[in-house]
């Protein structure tokens, strides 16, 4: 698992408080909203927040947000794409 996958996947489960989880659970290409991790709205604008402060990257719109949340693999590949260098 790549340092950047296990930076997001540990910051999936301490901001959203996934108690008891740990990042080898969290499936790289298993969706984070509906019948994957089973994330909400709500989930989705604390993970905005939290891949701001983290990685200092935003998510200008929703069109690229829906694109970068479908799974921890999109996730990483968007913050490694925006992410300053």
Do not use: H, Y
Not at 20 to 27: F, L, Y
Not at 28 to 55: C, H, K, M, N, Y
Not at 72 to 82: C, G, M, Q, R
């Amino acid at each position: 698992m790549s340092d950047l996958k296990l930076r997001v996947k540990d910051m999936i489960i301490q901001r959203l408080k996934l108690e008891g989880m740990t990042p080898d659970q969290i499936e790289d290409g298993a969706p984070l909203f509906g019948e994957g991790l089973g994330l909400d709205s709500i989930d989705a604008l604390e993970l905005v927040l939290a891949i701001e402060q983290t990685f200092n990257v935003k998510i200008e719109d929703e069109a690229s947000g829906m694109k970068a949340f479908r799974n921890v693999d999109s996730l990483t590949a968007f913050i490694a794409e925006k992410q300053p260098a």
